[in-house]
């Protein structure tokens, strides 16, 4: 059973780059049948997709975030990450981290979410 | 742009049956879109109750049930209880690697 962890500041400036981590563990990231994603949900409101990678490398951002976001994999770690640039207060949420594979179509396995409070 | 929709609320007696919707602001939600639905409790991450339409998650009661009704995704709860007082969202997958989710039903039991 996979388990996933995000890890990163809880603190980002305005204007400044948010970056997260999400480990997995209990399988590998390089597995062909999963992609890995990103969802947030600033407090009080819904969740949101910000984007996805398969370990080839290929991307899937949410076209309202698109410029802003960088998603990538470290095959060597077995972690994937998240940088969203240009941040505002917008941005305050907790972000998860989840896994999902093609051949079922949802999102199986959710780690436990970490909030980033963008303020100076 | 894409717009998922659910009701914002809804409420439901003890041991009443719900059915929650999901949406499309245009077009209609088919099992092409692999509508999945999520249980969400305050501060906990979502945990996944049906996807691809109907199929029930691992440990998931059978009291819940999804299906499409008419040009929307639907999740059915059978004899509510008092903890299935939660937040569900729906989400869809617009294919080529995209997803939409609603915006959350807040459901109440009482």
């Known amino acids: 059973q996979l388990q996933l962890q995000e890890s990163g500041p809880g603190l980002v400036k305005p204007s400044e780059t948010l970056s997260l981590t999400c480990t997995v563990s209990?399988?590998?990231?390089?597995?062909?049948?999963?992609?890995w994603g990103w969802i947030r949900q600033p407090p009080g409101k819904g969740l949101e997709w910000i984007g996805s990678?398969?370990?080839?490398?290929?991307?899937y951002h949410n076209p309202s975030l698109k410029s802003r976001v960088t998603i990538s994999v470290d095959t060597s770690k077995n972690q994937f990450s998240l940088k969203l640039g240009s941040v505002t207060a917008a941005d305050t949420a907790v972000y998860y981290c989840?896994?999902?594979?093609?051949?079922?179509?949802?999102?199986?396995?959710w780690g436990q979410g970490t909030l980033v409070t963008v303020s100076s | 742009q894409t717009v998922v929709t659910q009701e914002p609320s809804f409420s439901v007696s003890p041991g009443g049956t719900v059915t929650l919707t999901c949406g499309l602001s245009?077009?209609?939600?088919?099992?092409?879109?692999?509508p999945s639905w999520y249980q969400q409790t305050p501060g906990q991450a979502p945990r996944t109750l049906i996807y691809?339409?109907?199929t029930r998650s691992s440990g998931v009661p059978d009291r819940f049930s999804g299906s499409i009704l008419g040009n929307k995704a639907a999740l059915t709860i059978t004899g509510a209880q008092a903890d299935d007082e939660s937040d569900y969202y729906c989400?869809?997958?617009?294919?080529?690697?995209?997803?939409?989710f609603g915006g959350g039903t807040k459901l109440t039991v009482l």
């Open positions: 990678i398969y370990y080839s490398g290929s991307t």
């Open positions: 989400v869809l997958y617009m294919g080529s690697g995209f997803w939409v």
């Open positions: 245009s077009g209609s939600v088919s099992t092409s879109y692999y």
């Open positions: 989840a896994s999902y594979q093609l051949l079922s179509v949802f999102f199986d396995y």
């Open positions: 691809s339409t109907n």
């Open positions: 209990g399988g590998s990231i390089i597995s062909s049948a999963y992609y």
